[in-house]
């Protein structure tokens, strides 16, 4: 009886979720028309500190699931629900940021707002007009960009199953091929809980599309299946190495230790992503700088890097700029978690060794409150 009385939920909740797809994509292709309008001048044009730099462009928006039981089934239904529901408010209708585009002459990588504070990227071999999308939390958004660049999606790169980075996948495969009937979009990553997975990777694994190539870093610990995603090119002397780091390196701090411990934090900072070429640009999954700033000033008050730092990406969020990308060399600067070697900031926290830090300045950081 509680079976068939699960099944019927189920049935109900599907058929709801199903008339609230087609509801959202009606408001989002109305909405979506407007926010992101590709405009011929941009408004800011920032060069990075490096020499052949690219031009990063800023542009202003106008304001089945396989279970084995029907419990299990009413559980997805229910939280696909919710989430779907989440997800059309979390913005309130409003961009959190300015949709930045980062151009190569070979190359284009599309950093596009999500939700409260997340980033969704649209990566494009311009040789090939193939691309590749990462953590696509809000599919409609990444299709209309997917139109207007006018390329073909070829994978979805997930960097672990947190919601707010892997629940848009399934909707972003059917989305894109209701468009393209024969397209194949394989979605890759690192962790079996991962929606609507095709392709498990692990360290070092590689993924091809069009001349670009992505190298995968395995790096346990926000999650114990996250990968970042190393990119270079067949072309790497006119493009800058990119890495696409989703909850485990941000601009000034990491993501918290969820399923991990601060070696593994340690061994994905400082021996993973911290060998990575200085100049590899850096594309995290929130927009989390001004805080984390804030943090590293206060374990490091006299690092002028950081200050710097702060008063430009304070200067950036008041216009609802984004402070994306940053680079492994600038990290290694303004960074505290991966300055976790030298002394100034062990000596602060009392540890001994880099990895004690490590795991010091987490536990701080899990309580900061920042003015």
Known sequence: MFDSFLQLLWLLLTKLYTVYGWLTRIKSGVK??????????????????????PKIHYNRPNLDFKTSSSLEKFKTAAFSLGFSLFRAFASGGKMHSEKCVV??????????PALSDNFMYLVIDKNSMQA??????????VLNEIRKQNVTLS???TTHHHWDHANGNAEMVSSYKSEVPNATVEVYGGDDRIQALTKKIGQDDIINVGSMTFQCLFTPCHTSGHICYFLTTQDSNIHKPAVFTGDTLFIGGCGRFFEGTAQQMYTALVEKLGVLPPETLVFCGHEYTVNNLKFGLHVEP?????????????????????????????????????????????NHVQTKT??????????????????
């Open 32 to 53: 979506l028309s407007s926010k992101y309008r590709i405009i011929s001048s941009p408004i800011t044009t920032r060069q990075t500190n490096f020499s052949s730099s």
């Open 103 to 112: 151009d190569f002459p070979n190359l284009r990588i599309v950093g596009i």
């Open 132 to 141: 590749v999308v990462f953590d696509p939390v809000e599919p409609e958004n």
């Open 155 to 157: 994978a979805i790169l």
């Open 302 to 346: 006299q690092n002028s890097a950081m200050s710097e730092k702060l008063g430009w990406a304070q200067d950036q969020r008041s216009k609802r700029l984004p402070t994306i990308p940053s680079s492994i060399r600038e990290e290694k600067e303004i960074n505290p978690f991966m300055r976790c070697t030298l002394p100034v900031l062990q």
């Open 354 to 371: 880099p990895v004690e830090c490590m795991g010091a300045l987490r536990t701080m950081k899990d309580s900061f409150k920042a003015n």
